[in-house]
T-cell receptor, first 112, second 117 residues
């Protein structure tokens, strides 16, 4: 399974944008990039996913590099409720089961 | 989004007993369900993948005789921790996939905290 690398932690001020980076230099052509976040003592929550083009939804935006070796999750205005661990996961067809392998994720701290 | 539930949300048991955890997809049919384990301050570790009506596929290092998985219907999967010991205490999380494509996201349950005394 292709691997992702994320910073262990990041901080942001409330109401400011946050850019969470993810490196995935071994991504294959059929791998989708998925982002999830996990609040304390809860299961992960889907945030966004994409393949090649940038994606927007009500929660966030996903910017994917042209060579697809990196991506950035963008929270446009961080709130205290956005404090969580954010996971960048690649999902493709190599194994046939589309299983998620979680990395260490980025722990986002939002300062009031 | 689709909803996945788990029951119980927490359980405390004595060493040597067995514990069953249920995972249900409430508003969609899940052909594939996944079980994860998470220790404090660590990431999720995939334990096994289960497809409805067939045997589960376990990840390397996970004992299939200790962690019994049954996926009897398209909306229910169960994980039974047999002869539980204190080292099995952990946060167990299931997820279900709606659809078969690589682009389809998984939906996660809220987790079950198991404490073995």
């Amino acid at each position: 399974d292709a691997k992702t690398t994320q910073p262990n932690s990041m901080e942001s001020n409330e109401e400011e944008p946050v850019h969470l980076p993810c490196n995935h230099s071994t991504i294959s052509g059929t791998d989708y990039i998925h982002w999830y976040r996990q609040l304390p003592s809860q299961g992960p929550e889907y945030v966004i996913h994409g393949l090649t083009s940038n994606v927007n939804n009500r929660m966030a935006s996903l910017a994917i590099a042209e060579d697809r070796k990196s991506s950035t999750l963008i929270l446009h205005r961080a709130t205290l409720r956005d404090a969580a661990v954010y996971y960048c996961i690649l999902r493709g067809t190599t194994s046939g089961t589309y299983k998620y392998i979680f990395g260490t994720g980025t722990r986002l701290k939002v300062l009031a | 989004g689709a909803v996945v539930s788990q029951h119980p949300s927490w359980v405390i048991c004595k060493s040597g007993t067995s514990v069953k955890i249920e995972c249900r997809s409430l508003d969609f049919q899940a052909t594939t369900m996944f079980w994860y384990r998470q220790f404090p301050k660590q990431s999720l570790m995939l334990m096994a993948t289960s497809n409805e009506g067939s045997k589960a596929t376990y990840e390397q290092g996970v004992e299939k005789d200790k962690f019994l998985i049954n996926h009897a219907s398209l909306t229910l999967s169960t994980l039974t921790v047999t002869s539980a010991h204190p080292e099995d205490s952990s946060f167990y999380i299931c997820s279900a996939r709606a659809g078969a494509g690589a682009s389809n996201e998984q939906f996660f349950g809220p987790g079950t905290r198991l404490t073995v005394l």
